[in-house]
């Protein structure tokens, strides 16, 4: 994991998503060890829980853009 990865910044909606597609395919492989599916599960939720503030964020201007438009 790179130091960006590892970090607390906010990363795109895009980034997060695909390494969540990334650790998706990892642990479906099942190479992992049990330790390191461990780590790589708890990064998953970390980037799902980022992917859903972005669609919960796109969904709220939806909402506010159409609100406007009426």
């Known amino acids: 994991m790179d ?5 607390g ?3 795109s909606y895009e980034a997060a998503r695909d390494e969540l597609a990334e ?3 990892s642990l479906e492989d099942g190479s992992a ?3 390191e599916s461990l780590k790589l599960w708890e990064r998953g939720e970390e980037l799902a ?3 859903q503030e972005w669609l919960d964020g796109a969904k709220d201007k ?3 853009v159409k609100k406007e438009a009426k």
Do not use: G, N, P, T
């Open 3 to 7: 130091e960006k990865k590892a970090s």
């Open 9 to 11: 910044s906010k990363l």
């Open 23 to 25: 650790i998706v395919e």
């Open 33 to 35: 060890s049990l330790e």
């Open 49 to 51: 829980k980022i992917c």
């Open 62 to 64: 939806l909402a506010s």
